[in-house]
């Protein structure tokens, strides 16, 4: 992951190298070499995910600056919130990798205290998959984790509830049920345990008024006032992602053009369920 980038572009390997020493270990060998099993953990993921983006964007700023300088708003899913707050000046590239390392160490000793994760719903609303986690929650944590596009909504809780809440919806009609590969029930009660540590790296960290609006997973809204943005990012790690929310709040601001920064195509495929008519570019596949 990001490999191509770090060979062609010096600003991207630059990202690499001062990782190494914010972090005190080789990101750029992880994410070029593996193994596998060390990105899928949450302490390296997130890091990785993190720096690449940011090493994406700089490919975007030699190929199309004037993408990067004229872009109005800016908006990330879940991690990539810190994406975009570096980009919109709230935080600067170490502070941001700082707390991103903290939060996904937190996380992931979240995620190993208890058996849980989370499991991908396609085909039902919302409603539909409240009612699921109602039925199935009894006494454990089950809940909506991410509002991602209509007809497709992440659920998180201990495990047997998300066994359980995975058999009533495929019941309910929905068309596909399928676990997500990560470490814990992330965006749920189940993370409180990591809000006191983020919200500790949070407090060191200088945040300052975003040059552009960023929009929050939390509410769907931009926010100007750095003790505001930090209050919100740590509530990020417990509250449901409000993505569909998110985009529909940018097409209602006049939007007419997006560009996704990061590995992968799927915001790209979420915006093609959300609203169609508006073009979504991407940097890096």
């Given at each position: 992951?990001?490999r191509?980038?770090a060979?062609?572009?010096?600003?991207?390997?630059?990202?690499?190298?001062?990782?190494?020493?914010v972090?005190?270990y080789?990101l750029?060998?992880?994410c070029?070499?593996?193994p596998?099993e060390d990105?899928?953990?949450?302490?390296y993921?997130q890091?990785?995910?993190f720096?690449?983006s940011?090493a994406?964007l700089?490919?975007l700023?030699?190929?199309q600056p004037d993408?990067v300088d004229n872009c109005?708003?800016a908006?990330?899913?879940?991690?990539?919130?810190?994406?975009?707050?570096v980009?919109a000046?709230?935080m600067?590239?170490?502070?941001?990798?700082?707390v991103v390392q903290?939060?996904?160490?937190?996380?992931?000793?979240?995620?190993?205290?208890?058996?849980?994760?989370m499991v991908a719903?396609?085909?039902l609303?919302?409603e539909?998959v409240?009612?699921?986690?109602e039925?199935?929650?009894?006494?454990?944590v089950?809940?909506?984790?991410?509002?991602?596009?209509?007809g497709?909504?992440a659920?998180s809780?201990?495990?047997a509830?998300?066994?359980?809440?995975?058999?009533?919806?495929?019941?309910?009609g929905?068309f596909?049920v399928?676990?997500?590969?990560?470490?814990?029930?992330?965006h749920t009660?189940?993370?409180?345990?990591?809000?006191?540590?983020?919200a500790?790296?949070?407090s060191?960290a200088?945040?300052s008024?975003?040059?552009i609006?960023?929009?929050?997973?939390?509410?769907?809204?931009?926010?100007?006032?750095?003790?505001e943005?930090?209050?919100l990012l740590?509530?990020?790690?417990?509250s449901p992602?409000r993505?569909e929310d998110?985009?529909r709040y940018l097409?209602q601001?006049?939007?007419?053009?997006?560009?996704?920064?990061?590995p992968?195509r799927?915001?790209r495929?979420l915006?093609?369920?959300?609203e169609r008519?508006?073009p979504v570019?991407?940097?890096?596949?």
């Amino acid at each position: 992951m990001g490999r191509l980038l770090a060979d062609t572009l010096p600003a991207a390997r630059s990202l690499y190298e001062r990782a190494r020493d914010v972090l005190g270990y080789d990101l750029g060998k992880i994410c070029f070499e593996g193994p596998a099993e060390d990105l899928d953990s949450t302490v390296y993921s997130q890091p990785a995910l993190f720096v690449t983006s940011l090493a994406a964007l700089e490919l975007l700023r030699r190929e199309q600056p004037d993408v990067v300088d004229n872009c109005v708003y800016a908006a990330g899913l879940s991690l990539g919130e810190y994406t975009a707050m570096v980009y919109a000046g709230v935080m600067d590239f170490e502070t941001g990798l700082k707390v991103v390392q903290r939060r996904g160490e937190a996380m992931q000793q979240a995620s190993d205290a208890t058996p849980s994760g989370m499991v991908a719903v396609l085909g039902l609303e919302r409603e539909q998959v409240e009612a699921v986690c109602e039925q199935a929650r009894g006494n454990e944590v089950l809940q909506i984790a991410n509002l991602l596009c209509p007809g497709n909504i992440a659920i998180s809780g201990n495990n047997a509830a998300c066994e359980r809440a995975a058999e009533l919806a495929v019941a309910a009609g929905a068309f596909k049920v399928q676990p997500l590969a990560v470490a814990g029930a992330f965006h749920t009660p189940l993370m409180q345990s990591a809000v006191e540590k983020l919200a500790s790296a949070l407090s060191d960290a200088k945040l300052s008024p975003p040059r552009i609006p960023v929009v929050s997973n939390v509410d769907a809204q931009p926010h100007s006032n750095p003790e505001e943005i930090r209050r919100l990012l740590i509530e990020q790690v417990v509250s449901p992602v409000r993505w569909e929310d998110s985009m529909r709040y940018l097409v209602q601001q006049g939007t007419d053009r997006m560009v996704e920064v990061g590995p992968g195509r799927v915001l790209r495929g979420l915006m093609r369920r959300i609203e169609r008519k508006i073009p979504v570019d991407g940097v890096i596949e």
